[in-house]
């Protein structure tokens, strides 16, 4: 690639690296990074194994480990209804091990994001002065 910079297909194999580097699995999860990375939102980590912080077999979208926030996206490709069963399950025991579970959509990220960091933002700081 760095051979060759504007070769055909290296935009998007840079694209791909990456998403992989910052373990992106959609465009939805990239869209939320994007959004609390320019909401000024820092002490989180995307695609994090919970199994090794919490104990529970999941991985989180974005995961806030000073306070076990989870923030996750629903989008329509990666959770359709098969899914729906499965994520609830999840989240049940995500709550049971002391998370809190922020859900949003492609909707809530594209059309009312200001809604979103606001939401995140006050979950962590009530979370933050529960400390």
Known sequence: MADHP???????RRTAVAQLVGRVA???????????????IVGWTAGASLREEIGVAASADVWFPDVR?????????????????ADRTRQNRLVAAGCTVLRYTWE???QRASMVLAQIRANLARLRCGR
């Open 108 to 110: 809530d990220l594209t």
């Open 69 to 85: 926030l989870v923030v996750e996206v629903d989008g329509r490709a990666f959770h359709g209804p098969d899914r729906f069963q």
């Open 26 to 40: 959609s465009p939805a999860e990239q869209l939320l990074h994007d959004l609390l990375r320019a909401g000024g």
């Open 6 to 12: 504007h070769a055909w297909g290296n935009l998007q």
